[in-house]
């Protein structure tokens, strides 16, 4: 009773450590709801006015510089960059969130099951995901870009590919180290079947750590799509989507057309900014090694 009425005493009077934590896990929030807000919000916008249409080129003015008309300027292929970012912003949204849904649809339930079988499966599954894991993640990325092609849902499949065996490794380690717990061995004793011990039993103890990973996969998987689209193999060609923003206002760099370049390299980083303080303070409050570590200071 004592020790559990110091840790409430010391969860409403946080360490400096952990208040740290907790600011950059709302920092980070507040970066990416703001995205998240404008991504949902780009075609209400566009239909008030205040966005133009980000895939039709303008014919006057060509590659202008900011202003009150233009608040980001305009591309020399005669883009309205604030429209082309704000809709950037909601397609780098939709690749990155159905990536890592697709890696956790995948990664968990094979990491919860390689590790509960063990056996032939859980070599074979763990030989096949380390073998995917040492590989650089961009150029495995790249790689499937190019067999999958271009749109969505195959830079998503791209991406996911990737992370699953992140998934996987962290949910079979804790799944090895739960299953032989007090609670795991009497569902047995008592005939749960395998799927109840791993649905109901297993699965709440063992998922504690992929809401972290999920964000700092996030974060990872838009700056990958950055990279694709920087490359040419992200979404189709007029695709609203930074890093194809970027390709395009290389050449204009050198003729001083800032702007083109500025404003989409600044959203991208934003976001994986955002995204990374989120995962990182979301890491450190819930991990309870990292939670005694600030309590003992």
Same mark, same amino acid.
């Given at each position: ?5 110091l840790r409430f005493l010391r969860l409403l009077h946080p360490t400096p450590g952990r208040s740290l934590s907790v600011r950059m896990m709302a920092a980070g929030f507040a970066i990416t709801a703001l995205f998240v807000v404008l991504a949902l919000a780009a075609p209400l916008l566009q239909s008030w ?40 912003? =909601?397609?780098?949204? /939709? ?5 890592? &849904?697709? @890696? !956790?649809? +995948?990664?968990?339930? $094979? ?84 799927? =109840?011990?791993?649905? /109901? ?5 063992? &998922?504690? @750590? !992929?809401? +972290?990973?999920?964000? $700092? ?81």
């Amino acid at each position: 009773m004592t020790s559990n009425r110091l840790r409430f005493l010391r969860l409403l009077h946080p360490t400096p450590g952990r208040s740290l934590s907790v600011r950059m896990m709302a920092a980070g929030f507040a970066i990416t709801a703001l995205f998240v807000v404008l991504a949902l919000a780009a075609p209400l916008l566009q239909s008030w006015g205040w966005l133009q249409d980000p895939m039709v080129s303008l014919t006057n003015p060509l590659h202008d510089p900011p202003s009150a008309t233009h608040w980001f300027g305009t591309s020399r292929q005669g883009y309205d960059v604030f429209s082309r970012t704000v809709f950037g912003a =909601r397609a780098a949204l /939709r690749v990155v969130v159905l990536a890592t &849904i697709m @890696s !956790v649809l +995948v990664g968990v339930p $094979l990491g919860m099951v390689s590790g509960y079988l063990g056996g032939r499966l859980d070599r074979i599954l763990l030989f096949l995901m380390d073998a995917v894991y040492t590989l650089p993640g961009l150029l495995l990325s790249v790689t499937l870009a190019f067999i999958v092609g271009r749109g969505v849902l195959n830079a998503a499949i791209a991406l996911s590919i990737a992370y699953v065996p992140q998934y996987y490794r962290v949910v079979r380690n804790h799944t090895v180290s739960v299953k032989t717990e007090l609670f795991i061995e009497a569902a047995r004793a008592t005939g749960a079947s395998t799927w =109840r011990v791993l649905s /109901r039993y297993l699965f709440a103890n063992v &998922i504690q @750590s !992929v809401p +972290v990973l999920f964000t $700092l996969n996030a974060a990872d998987a838009a700056l990958v799509l950055g990279s694709l689209g920087f490359l040419g193999l992200g979404l189709p060609d007029q695709t609203p989507e930074w890093g194809l923003d970027l390709r395009q206002a290389l050449d204009a760099l050198p003729t001083g057309i800032w702007w083109t370049a500025l404003f989409p390299g600044l959203a991208l980083t934003l976001l994986v900014v955002g995204l990374s303080l989120l995962g990182e303070g979301l890491n450190e409050v819930i991990n309870p090694l990292l939670r005694r570590e600030n309590w003992d200071q």
